[in-house]
């Protein structure tokens, strides 16, 4: 299906009910809500309300990752985009797209910027930054798919010089195996003229870790319960949202955050649509989100591994955050 907005320069294509999309909230809702631990996939996270929270925890005082993300784009976008000279940035997991602004702007200097494709599973999140980005990027071609990024085919702009993005250590909530199995059908899509800039989020001080995941106003919270909010909504399913509270912990051995929903008493939840009845023990959870931590070993071994070169290993000054610029190697 495509969907084409009033403006003319956005072309969104809605891949999300498409047969083969990944997208599958029933199918996913049933296989990891019947699977012991319980689990649900982040992806569910982001309705328009799930993607208006994850904005506001970008500037929660907690949440450096946001800032230190664009501390290095704001030092490092001109020489980034020196690299390659692409004439279109196609990003994965684009959300509002604020921090894109800073590679869109290197670009415009450059005389270089045509299109920006962005490829999120939001409606609501890429249709607001299309229209803000052609509102103020006045030449601009926006050509998105609405979409699940997990099986890229047919991605925007294709035989242009393309910079792809993958910021804000959306790369992290994916399992290593995922995320190279990932990060090969990217590179499978990848010309020799384009790059592939990668923001990771860095091992570091627990405390630290931990707070930037359980912050002081409870945003974070309210986001982890969105998912309950999309499953009561879109599955008819019966969560009470104060049965259960938010819990993020640091786990030493996957080096990773996970978000978990902790069911506070024993109790029983139907979801009548996909034919489920789940009961829950108290203290139970269902893992909502993981957060993979990397050093630049662990990075430099997932792109190893997934065909992708390192061209550079940019980090924030206080050494919390890293972009890596990769190409694809010839096999
Ligand atoms: C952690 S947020 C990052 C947003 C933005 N890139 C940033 O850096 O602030 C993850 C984004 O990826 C999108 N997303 C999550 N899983 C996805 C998937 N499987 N396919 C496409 N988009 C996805 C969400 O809608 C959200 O916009």
């Given at each position: 299906m495509r969907e084409d907005t009033a403006r003319s320069r956005i072309v969104l294509r809605n891949t999300l009910r498409e047969q083969a999309s990944p997208y599958d909230l029933r199918g996913d809702a049933h296989a990891g809500l019947s699977s012991t631990p319980k689990t649900l996939p982040s992806k569910y996270?982001?309705?328009?309300?799930?993607?208006?929270?994850?904005?506001?925890?970008?500037?929660?005082?907690?949440?450096?990752?946001?800032?230190?993300?664009?501390?290095?784009?704001?030092?490092?976008?001109?020489?980034?985009?020196?690299?390659?000279?692409?004439?279109?940035?196609?990003?994965?997991?684009?959300?509002?797209?604020?921090?894109?602004?800073?590679?869109?702007?290197?670009?415009?200097?450059?005389g270089l910027l045509e299109g920006y494709g962005p490829v999120d599973v939001s409606a609501e999140a890429s249709r607001n930054a299309a229209d803000a980005l052609t509102r103020d990027y006045p030449h601009i071609r926006v050509e998105g798919v609405i979409g699940d990024f997990e099986r890229p085919r047919d991605l925007p702009f294709a035989g242009r010089p393309r910079l792809m993005a993958f910021l804000g250590s959306t790369i992290g909530n994916l399992e290593p195996t995922h995320a190279t199995s990932f990060l090969t059908s990217i590179r499978e899509e990848m010309t020799a003229a384009d790059g592939f800039l990668v923001g990771f989020d860095l091992v570091k001080d627990i405390d630290v870790l931990e707070r930037a995941y359980n912050d002081e106003a409870g945003v974070t919270a309210k986001f982890n319960l969105n998912v309950l909010r999309v499953l009561n909504r879109e599955l008819g399913a019966s969560f009470d949202l104060d049965a259960f509270r938010h819990r993020a912990v640091w786990n030493a051995v996957d080096s990773r955050i996970e978000m978990h929903l902790v069911s506070v008493v024993e109790q029983f939840v139907r979801i009548p649509s996909i034919g489920l009845d789940i009961s829950f023990?108290?203290?139970?959870?269902?893992?909502?989100?993981?957060?993979?931590?990397?050093?630049?070993?662990?990075?430099?071994?997932?792109?190893?591994?997934?065909?992708?070169?390192?061209?550079?290993w940019c980090t924030d000054r206080s050494d919390r955050f890293a972009l890596a610029l990769a190409r694809a190697r010839s096999v």
């Amino acid at each position: 299906m495509r969907e084409d907005t009033a403006r003319s320069r956005i072309v969104l294509r809605n891949t999300l009910r498409e047969q083969a999309s990944p997208y599958d909230l029933r199918g996913d809702a049933h296989a990891g809500l019947s699977s012991t631990p319980k689990t649900l996939p982040s992806k569910y996270f982001y309705d328009a309300r799930g993607s208006h929270l994850f904005e506001m925890i970008t500037r929660l005082p907690e949440y450096y990752l946001t800032r230190a993300e664009t501390e290095i784009l704001e030092r490092e976008s001109g020489r980034i985009v020196e690299a390659f000279r692409p004439r279109v940035l196609v990003e994965f997991g684009s959300g509002a797209a604020r921090k894109t602004r800073i590679l869109l702007d290197a670009m415009l200097e450059r005389g270089l910027l045509e299109g920006y494709g962005p490829v999120d599973v939001s409606a609501e999140a890429s249709r607001n930054a299309a229209d803000a980005l052609t509102r103020d990027y006045p030449h601009i071609r926006v050509e998105g798919v609405i979409g699940d990024f997990e099986r890229p085919r047919d991605l925007p702009f294709a035989g242009r010089p393309r910079l792809m993005a993958f910021l804000g250590s959306t790369i992290g909530n994916l399992e290593p195996t995922h995320a190279t199995s990932f990060l090969t059908s990217i590179r499978e899509e990848m010309t020799a003229a384009d790059g592939f800039l990668v923001g990771f989020d860095l091992v570091k001080d627990i405390d630290v870790l931990e707070r930037a995941y359980n912050d002081e106003a409870g945003v974070t919270a309210k986001f982890n319960l969105n998912v309950l909010r999309v499953l009561n909504r879109e599955l008819g399913a019966s969560f009470d949202l104060d049965a259960f509270r938010h819990r993020a912990v640091w786990n030493a051995v996957d080096s990773r955050i996970e978000m978990h929903l902790v069911s506070v008493v024993e109790q029983f939840v139907r979801i009548p649509s996909i034919g489920l009845d789940i009961s829950f023990a108290a203290g139970e959870t269902i893992r909502t989100e993981l957060s993979h931590k990397y050093t630049r070993e662990s990075a430099g071994g997932l792109l190893q591994a997934s065909g992708l070169g390192l061209e550079s290993w940019c980090t924030d000054r206080s050494d919390r955050f890293a972009l890596a610029l990769a190409r694809a190697r010839s096999v």
